[in-house]
T-cell receptor, first 112, second 109 residues
Framework: AAGVIQSPRHLIKEKRETATLKCYPI?????VYWYQQGPGQDPQFLIS???????DKGSIPDRFSAQQFSDYHSELNMSSLELGDSALYFC???????????FGPGTRLTVL | EDQVTQSPEALRLQEGESSSLNCSYT??????LFWYRQDPGKGPEFLFT???AGEEKEKERLKATLTKKESFLHITAPKPEDSATYLC??????????FGAGTRLAVHP
């Protein structure tokens, strides 16, 4: 069965640079969620989209923005990167009528 | 404040030694209690959703149960490949998941 696809899988950036993470949900899933997981921590909700509209927002820094496109893929844009942004970033998708979320393999972001 | 608390933080078992992981919750209007498995550096893998007290679900060596205050993940005759971090979560507003800190399970041959 098709799963959530995330790219890139690994990303190394310098401080103050920008990064763009991409997420392709499971086919026919209309809702996308972004989570951040620091070392040894549980995943923390950042932001979600339903039918290309932002549906909820968590502890996402103002330096980050995201959107969902007409084909339902989503991009997380991160600017003015800081050392503390180094983490695993997961995308999850679901059907709006179901609250069961399926996670992608993640993007490991390292900020030097 | 709605939250979930998992215990123990870490658990070491011998292969074949059955045990249970606990997830205590204080959530008003529970709209689902979720169990995920996470291997190091990988995305959480969906295991179960439980919605009401008394509900049970099984998958291979795993069985999840739910009461009004807690959920258990029972592992029967575990194997080394069951070693992972097990996360429980509840569904918050607009279905975002709020996770517990997880239980790190190590199963030794």
């Amino acid at each position: 069965a098709a799963g959530v696809i995330q790219s890139p899988r690994h990303l190394i950036k310098e401080k103050r640079e920008t990064a763009t993470l991409k997420c392709y949900p499971i086919p026919r899933h209309d809702t996308v969620y972004w989570y951040q997981q620091g070392p040894g921590q549980d995943p923390q909700f950042l932001i979600s989209f339903y039918e290309k509209m932002q549906s909820d927002k968590g502890s996402i820094p103002d330096r980050f923005s995201a959107q969902q496109f007409s084909d339902y893929h989503s991009e997380l844009n991160m600017s003015s990167l800081e050392l503390g942004d180094s983490a695993l970033y997961f995308c999850a998708s679901s059907l709006a009528r179901s609250n069961e979320q399926f996670f992608g393999p993640g993007t490991r972001l390292t900020v030097l | 404040e709605d939250q979930v608390t998992q215990s123990p933080e870490a658990l070491r078992l011998q292969e074949g030694e059955s045990s249970s992981l606990n997830c205590s919750y204080t959530v008003s209007g529970l709209r689902g209690l979720f169990w995920y498995r996470q291997d190091p550096g990988k995305g959480p893998e969906f295991l179960f959703t439980l919605y009401s007290a008394g509900e049970e679900k099984e998958k291979e060596r795993l069985k999840a149960t739910l009461t009004k205050k807690e959920s258990f993940l029972h592992i029967t005759a575990p194997k080394p490949e069951d070693s992972a971090t097990y996360l429980c979560a509840f569904s918050g507003g607009y279905n975002k998941l709020i996770f517990g800190a997880g239980t790190r399970l190590a199963v030794h041959p």
